[in-house]
Nanobody
Framework: QVQLVESGGGSVQAGGSLRLSCVVSGDIYSNNYMAWFRQPPGKEREGVASIYRTGLTRFADSVKGRFTVSRDMAKNTLYLQMNSLKPEDTAMYYC????????????????WGQGTQVTVSS
């Protein structure tokens, strides 16, 4: 079992930045990936960024060049730095642990946090 607690969401104007954090506890070392997903209102959950146990990262095309993902192993914390935010980034953001090798941005095989809301106004 893995427990994940996100923080750092909020409201920001377009062009602004936010950093999301996710504290992970439990059996963290058996997971392939740590990842961030988001679910815009009325839409399906989509992968945003993932980091493999080796440190290899992957990003959705929509956030490449604007978002970065990192982790602090000593603090068991995953981060998502979001820059140049756009109104279309508005969503509930979820931290996730687990995943299927080769499909890190697909929302299957993950443990999930409760989510943190990000709202970007124009």
């Amino acid at each position: 079992q893995v427990q994940l607690v996100e923080s750092g969401g909020g409201s920001v104007q377009a062009g602004g930045s936010l950093r999301l954090s996710c504290v992970v506890s439990g059996d963290i070392y058996s997971n392939n990936y740590m990842a961030w997903f988001r679910q815009p209102p009325g839409k399906e959950r989509e992968g945003v960024a993932s980091i493999y146990r080796t440190g290899l990262t992957r990003f959705a095309d929509s956030v490449k060049g604007r978002f970065t993902v990192s982790r602090d192993m000593a603090k068991n914390t995953l981060y998502l730095q979001m820059n140049s935010l756009k109104p279309e980034d508005t969503a509930m953001y979820y931290c996730a642990a687990g995943g299927v090798v080769g499909r890190s941005l697909m929302p299957s095989g993950y443990y999930w946090g409760q989510g943190t809301q990000v709202t970007v106004s124009s």
